[in-house]
C-alpha cells in the first residue's frame, strides 16, 4: 500500500528552470532508492536521475550539469531541480522508488502518476 504523488511539471521556455517533486506514502520497511524516469513520444523511457539512502547519485549523460536531485528524508520526498530546460527535454516524468513495503521481503518498484514537462517557446 505504498503510494508516490509526484508534481511540478508544467510548460517552461527554453532555458527556464522547473523542480518537481515526489512524495512516498504508506507502510514502508526499508528504502533503497527514488529518482525519475522519463518517457517522450516515440521514445523508449529512461532513467533521468536517482538518489540512495546513502546521498549517492546518478544522473544521465543528457542532464548531467543541469539537473539535481536530492531528497528530504525524513519525509521521504524527493526533489528534481531542473535548470537550463531543453525542448528535448519535454517529456512526462514518472517518480520511482525502490523500496520494500512491511508486508513484503524484497525490493520492489514503485511508480508515480507521471508529470508532463513542456519545453517550448
Known amino acids: 500500500q505504498v503510494e508516490l504523488v509526484e508534481s511540478g511539471g508544467g510548460l517552461v521556455q527554453p532555458g527556464g528552470s522547473l523542480r518537481l517533486s515526489c512524495a512516498a506514502s504508506?507502510?514502508?520497511?526499508?528504502?533503497?532508492?527514488m529518482g525519475w524516469y522519463r518517457q517522450a513520444p516515440g521514445k523508449q523511457r529512461e532513467l533521468v536521475a536517482k538518489?540512495?539512502?546513502?546521498?549517492?547519485?546518478n544522473y544521465a549523460d543528457s542532464v548531467k550539469g543541469r539537473f539535481t536531485i536530492y531528497r528530504d528524508n525524513a519525509k521521504i520526498t524527493a526533489y528534481l531541480q531542473m535548470n537550463g530546460l531543453k525542448p528535448e527535454d519535454t517529456a512526462v516524468y514518472y517518480c520511482?522508488?525502490?523500496?520494500?513495503?512491511?508486508?513484503?521481503?524484497?525490493?520492489?518498484?514503485?511508480w508515480g502518476q507521471g508529470t508532463q514537462v513542456t519545453v517550448s517557446s
Open positions: 520511482n522508488a525502490l523500496l520494500v513495503a512491511t508486508s513484503d521481503t524484497k525490493f520492489n518498484d514503485y
Open positions: 538518489i540512495t539512502t546513502t546521498g549517492s547519485t
Open positions: 504508506g507502510n514502508i520497511f526499508r528504502f533503497w532508492s
